[in-house]
C-alpha cells in the first residue's frame, strides 16, 4: 500500500508555479522521497527525489519539511505540457527488489 | 533511440489464450521491472529483476511469469488469459539498487495495452 496522501487533482493556470503537495506522515529516516509523473498515455517519467535537504533539477524543486513528513513538488513555471499524474512516493534500500509503490497521484491541470 | 520499448503496443485476445509481451532497454541496466495499470489506473509493481535475482509481488498470479533471455530484455509471459488481465502492462529498467543509497530512477517504457475478451 501507497505511504503518501495526495490530492487527487489541482488546476493550474499556464506560467504560474504550481505547487503539488504530498503527506508522508510514517515516513521512516532511511526513505527517499520520489517524484514520477504519467502524461496520458504515456509510461511514468522521473522528476526528482530527496531525503532531507530541498533538491532542485532542470525540472522542478522539491521542498520537504525539517519533519519530513510532507514535501511540496513545485514546478516553477507550469505549461500545458506539465498535465499529468503526478505521483509522490517514499521508499528505501530496504524495499525488496526496488520496487516503487504508486498511490492514486494528483491529476495537475494545466489551463491556458 | 527509445531507451525502453516494449512489443506490441497493443494487444487483444481471448480468455484462455497465452501470450508474451516484450521489454527491452539499451540503458545498460542491470535491473527490469514490470507494472500493471489497471482500469483504475493504479500502477501496482508485479515483478523486480536483475541476472542475480527475481523478486516477485506476491499479489501476482503465478499464470504470469518474467523470462529475461539477456540482460537487455524481459519478457512476461501470461498463461490462461483472463478477463480480469486487461490493463496496460509497463516494463521499465534501472541502474541497479545500491548506487548512491537510494533507489536508482526508474524508466518506464511506452506500455502495452492488453485487452482480454
Known amino acids: 500500500d501507497a505511504k503518501t496522501t495526495q490530492p487527487p487533482s489541482m488546476d493550474c493556470a499556464e506560467g504560474r508555479a504550481a505547487n503539488l503537495p504530498c503527506n508522508h506522515s510514517?515516513?521512516?529516516?532511511?526513505?527517499?522521497v520520489y517524484w514520477y509523473r504519467q502524461i496520458h498515455s504515456q509510461g511514468p517519467q522521473y522528476i526528482i527525489h530527496?531525503?532531507?535537504n530541498n533538491e532542485t533539477n532542470e525540472m522542478a524543486s522539491l521542498i520537504i519539511t525539517e519533519d519530513r513528513k510532507s514535501s511540496t513538488l513545485i514546478l516553477p513555471h507550469a505549461t500545458l505540457r506539465d498535465t499529468a499524474v503526478y505521483y509522490c512516493?517514499?521508499?528505501?534500500?530496504?524495499?525488496?527488489?526496488?520496487?516503487?509503490?504508486f498511490g492514486g497521484g494528483t491529476r495537475l491541470m494545466v489551463k491556458p | 533511440d527509445t531507451a525502453v520499448s516494449q512489443t506490441p503496443k497493443y494487444l487483444v485476445t481471448q480468455m484462455g489464450n497465452d501470450k508474451s509481451i516484450k521489454c527491452e532497454q539499451n540503458?545498460?541496466?542491470?535491473?527490469m521491472y514490470w507494472y500493471k495499470q489497471d482500469s483504475k489506473k493504479f500502477l501496482k509493481i508485479m515483478f523486480s529483476?536483475?541476472?542475480?535475482?527475481?523478486?516477485i509481488n506476491e499479489t501476482v498470479p503465478n499464470r504470469f511469469s518474467p523470462k529475461s533471455p539477456d540482460k537487455a530484455h524481459l519478457n512476461l509471459h501470461i498463461n490462461s488469459l483472463e478477463l480480469g488481465d486487461s490493463a496496460v502492462y509497463f516494463c521499465?529498467?534501472?541502474?541497479?539498487?545500491?548506487?548512491?543509497?537510494?533507489?536508482?530512477?526508474?524508466?518506464f517504457g511506452p506500455g502495452t495495452r492488453l485487452l482480454v475478451l
Open positions: 521499465a529498467s534501472s541502474r541497479g539498487r545500491l548506487a548512491g543509497g537510494y533507489q536508482e530512477t526508474q524508466y
Open positions: 540503458l545498460g541496466h542491470d535491473t
Open positions: 512516493i517514499v521508499g528505501s534500500l530496504n524495499n525488496a527488489g526496488n520496487m516503487l509503490t
Open positions: 529483476y536483475n541476472n542475480k535475482e527475481l523478486i
Open positions: 510514517t515516513i521512516s529516516g532511511n526513505e527517499y
Open positions: 530527496g531525503l532531507k
